[in-house]
Structure formats: C-alpha cells, structure tokens
C-alpha cells in the first residue's frame, strides 16, 4: 500500500481509520497533498473530489445528516479553509458531526510574507466544537488532539477543526508505516432521567399543554410515544415540515391555523405548559405567539442544547424526547380538556377555505406548491431551499413516506443544492430539491459535482428574483428594491442544465406543470424542472390567502 512519507499524515490517515470515518471530501491543492495521497490510495477510504470548497463542506454536510456519522473535508492552506465557513456554522447549528482537516505551512512560515499562507489555528473558533491545532512532528499530543477532535464531533454533534502543519517535500510515498499512533479510548457520559414528581403534578394539572416539534431526523421519535400524544385532549401538537412526525391530530400547517388570529384566539390558545423537542423552528408567527403569550413553564427536552427562543424557558432536560417521555408519560393523567378539539375543529374550517381558495387564484408560487407536492413520489426524499421554498412547502400536508430536511441550523440559501446532493449519494434514495431562483444561482458550483446519482431532481422556482422580499415588510415597487432586495433578473437555468448534463423541463401554467412534473418523474437521468411563476402577483397571492382564511366571502 501506497502511504505519505510524513509520519503526521500516517498518524491521521490511521486515526481516522480506526476511529470508523471513512467519507473524506477532499479539495484540490498542494499543501494537502500528504492527506489526498494517503486518503485516496487507502481501500478503507471513500474519497469525494469537490473543487469549490464551500460547496465541498455543504456536500459533506450532506453526507453526514444521512449517514449520522462524521464526515471529513480536507483542502490545502490559506483562503480555501476559509470558504468551508457557511457549511461549518451550519454543522454546528444543526447538530450534524463535521471534520474539517486543513493543511497549513509550519509556524515559522506564518505571517512572513509566504505565498498561499494565512493565520489558520482557531479560525473558525466562534462555532467550533473543538480546536486541535496540531505540531509539525507526529506525538502523543497530536494523536490525542486528533481523537478527542473526532470524539467530540460525534458526541456533541457539531464540527470540529483538525490543522495540520506540513513542510515540503509533500509529494514524496512509502509503502510501509513509519508510526503506530497512540490509540485513546474516551467514555461518555450517559445522563438519566431525573425525579419527575414536581413536573408530572403541573402536567396533571395543567388542562392546555402545547407541544412543539422542530426538525428531527425521520424515526427520530418512536411512533407509540406520538400516538399517546396525539390522542390527549388536553395537548396539541404541532409540527412543522422538517419534524418528520406524524398523527391524524398533529397540527403541521402553523402558519395556516394562527394568522388570522385575533386578540381573543391568541389568549384562548395560550398554553399553560409548553413542551419543545428537536432543532430549529421554521415559523416566524409561532415564535412571535409565544414570546407575546408566554406559558407559565417551558421544558425543552435534548440531550445537548436548550435554546430560550421565546425567553421563558423554564428546564431542560437533558436526555433525548424517547428517554424523557418513555419516563413521564406513564405517570400521566387522563384529564377533561377541549384544548385539542377546539384547534381541529379550527383546521377544518382552515383546510376547507384552503381548499376554496386554492381552485380559484391563478398560477403562482403558491399555486405550483398545490400542484407539485401530491405528486412527489412515495418513500422518497424531499430536500427544501431556505427563502420562499421552505415557507410554501409549510403550508400544505406531504406524505407520510416522504422524509423532509432543509438547512435551517443557519437558514442562508448559500449551500442547499450542495447539502441535497450530499445527501442523495448517502441514502441511495430518489432525491427532489426544490429551490428558488437565487438559492439555486448562488450555489450553481454545486452541480460541478461527478457523484450527481441519477435519481437525483431538481424542481426550481423561477420568479425572476428574491420574491420574499416582495412579502416582508418595506417592500416598495423602486430600483433601490428591485436592484438591491429583489435581485431583480433574467436568467434561467437551460445552459447549466445542458452544461451538467441534465435533462431540462419547463412549466408556466398548471397544464405545463403537470406535462412538466410527469416529464420529470420519469426521468432516467438527473433533472432539472424550472417553473416560471410571475414575480408581480406572487405576494399579493400569497398574503390574500390569510385573509381568506377567516372571509366567509369569496375573493
């Protein structure tokens, strides 16, 4: 076998090894070279080429949320460490195990004048879960560092930082080690559930209870725990998109139930106790509720982070949602509440004006959202674009088969076709990204990619510009808004579609999109479907819906 000369190199191709990561995503360059040739001539090693560093960190993000395993990149010294950025701040909001091996020159050639050479050590110090900034020779220390790095990334979930000096030569092999490194074993410590009585007796006696599920990874929660949720008339669960749980009684259109609310509804709805579990929350109109309409208790239950997003958190217990409610709920009572009802009988009003509403409007955003997500096919994945993509797609039921996941540690739009393509080659599973105009330009590098699967689908919303911007407020029809919010444009997606080697379908009408989105299903090869939606009318759409909600006239 074929190894790098530079026994620092051995000592990491070797860890890594022992230490069960095996996905390395490497970036071109020659200070890494020591790495790249240990890596990709190691049969324990599958090795990713991905030129652009920020897509390579998004594409290995991707990788890791399938493969609930750390994923290693690797890129040579100074600004390309620096692009990794958006994808690591990303891995440690959204809890996912990430390595970020760069290659650096030794200390001494550090802010001298020396080519390609940047203040490397701690960079990313703000998100990152550990720092080893490792010594030029191989040790103890530097094993040590490396170990604990990989150990913290899978326990605490997040990214972590290998640096790793290198003095030429760089490129020079040998076929036999020349270390054997100091192999550690860490323990981890394993919390319990602790005395419940004071919190089983507010539950008890509390008669509005308000549990609320952000993203989770599918089979996160066991199904019999939910179903026990579900039918309590003192609880209303609510999910969103990315939760990836499901009963009859779960409320997963938030947005739709509690904006047209009034001052009387928000009260009626206040809960007394208020449950969360999983990451982060999509719904700016149920934090907002929350913060006005505080609960008297708030537990969040996770085993490493609670995050106060509505400034009243009360505990946290730290133990996963199957652990704690596996504990609590069978010292439960059954109580008389109208808590759950009241809210379904509120969903059904909503769904039947959505429904009105829906058959009427003309073709748009949201119209296009009507019509694509019933025919995504079953059992497969569903990746979301951050902006406008993800809030449409909260609004309507998806089946039960498909498994949902968007970028919402950081919510930025920068790597979300690299993230689903990552993820694509994971799960092995059809995979449809549904994206914005700008989201889809701005990472366009993502599909310089040659590990694209063919059953990878792209469906992209083309508006002409940050139609998002037209729904928030301060939205003015004026060049500094269209020019500088909107990014107004006229660019499609034909010529990447051919330059990448996708098939390319066009839709402008609910008849096109249906030819559009059969076209696209059966596709044998990667697929681009671009939809053409007009930019003008969108949020005008978008915002009479609401008001529809609670008109009993038509519009």
């Known amino acids: 076998m074929i190894y790098p000369k530079i026994p620092l190199a051995q000592s990491i191709i070797e860890i890594l090894k022992a230490k069960d990561l095996h996905h390395i995503v490497i970036s071109p360059g020659s200070r890494n070279a020591p ?33 609930q395993k750390p994923v290693a990149v690797l890129c040579t010294s100074g600004s390309a460490l620096l692009n990794y950025y958006p994808g690591f701040a990303e891995a440690f909001y959204s809890q996912i195990p990430l390595v970020v091996i760069s290659a650096d020159r030794p200390q001494n050639k ?52 290998i640096n790793v000096p290198f003095e030429e030569p760089l490129y020079e092999t040998v076929e036999t080690l020349s270390v054997v490194p100091n192999f550690i074993s860490f323990s981890s410590e394993k919390k319990s559930v ?57 409320i997963t259109n938030i947005d739709t139930i509690i904006t047209p609310f009034l001052e009387e509804d928000f009260k009626t709805f206040q809960p007394e106790i208020l449950m969360t579990m999983g990451g982060m929350v999509v719904s700016k109109r149920i934090k907002a509720f929350l913060r006005k309409y505080q609960p008297q208790q708030h537990w969040h239950i996770d085993e ?43 969903r059904a009003f909503r769904t039947e004006k959505s429904v009105d509403y829906l058959s009427k409007i003309r073709f748009s955003d949201f119209k296009a959202f009507d019509i694509i997500l019933p025919m995504l096919s079953k059992n497969s994945q569903l990746q979301i674009s951050n902006s406008s993509p993800i809030r449409y797609t909260q609004l309507f039921e998806i089946d039960s088969s498909i498994e949902v996941f968007c970028n919402r540690g950081t919510s930025g739009i920068d790597g979300s076709t690299s993230t689903a393509i990552g993820a694509a080659v994971a799960s092995g599973k059809e995979t449809v990204l549904i994206t914005g105009d700008i989201g889809f330009l701005y990472d366009s590098n993502g599909l310089w990619n040659n590990y694209i ?95 529809y909600l609670t008109n009993i006239n038509d519009i």
């Open 194 to 250: 602790e005395n419940l009585d004071v919190f089983v007796n507010q539950w008890n006696q509390a008669k509005k209870k308000l549990i609320l599920i952000g993203g989770c990874d599918p089979n996160f929660m066991e199904q019999s725990i939910l179903n026990k949720l579900g039918e309590d008339a003192s609880v209303i669960v609510m999910t969103e998109v990315t939760s990836n749980v499901h009963h009859p009684n779960f």
């Open 35 to 67: 790495l790249t040739i240990g890596f990709t001539n190691n049969p324990a090693f599958k090795c990713y080429s991905i030129a652009d560093e920020r897509c390579a960190a998004f594409f290995a993000l991707g990788l890791a949320q399938q493969l």
């Open 453 to 547: 699967p063919k059953n990878f689908k792209i469906i992209l919303l083309n508006n002409g510009g940050g139609g998002i911007f037209r729904i928030l407020p301060g939205h003015q029809e004026n060049i500094t808004f269209n020019t500088f919010f909107e990014t107004s444009h006229c660019l499609t997606a034909k010529h990447l579609a051919k330059m990448y080697g996708f098939q390319y379908e066009i839709a402008s009408s609910e008849q096109s999109l249906i030819q559009g989105l059969n076209n696209f299903i059966d596709a044998s090869q990667p697929v681009i479907l671009e939809i053409f939606t007009p930019s003008k009318c969108n949020n005008s759409i978008l915002l009479n819906y609401f008001k």
């Open 110 to 161: 550090i802010d001298i004048g020396d080519g390609q050479t940047i203040r490397q050590e701690n960079v990313f110090v703000n998100h990152s879960l550990y720092n080893a900034n490792l010594n030029e020779e191989a040790s103890k220390e530097n094993d040590f560092k490396i170990q604990e790095a990989i150990h913290l990334a899978v326990t605490k979930k997040g990214p972590v930082h």
């Open 304 to 346: 490493l982070r609670a995050y106060d997003t509505f400034d009243c958190l009360t505990k946290h217990f730290e133990v996963s949602p199957n652990v704690f409610l596996k504990a609590f709920l069978p010292k439960t009572n059954t109580i008389e509440s109208n808590y759950l009802s009241s809210i379904l009988e509120v």
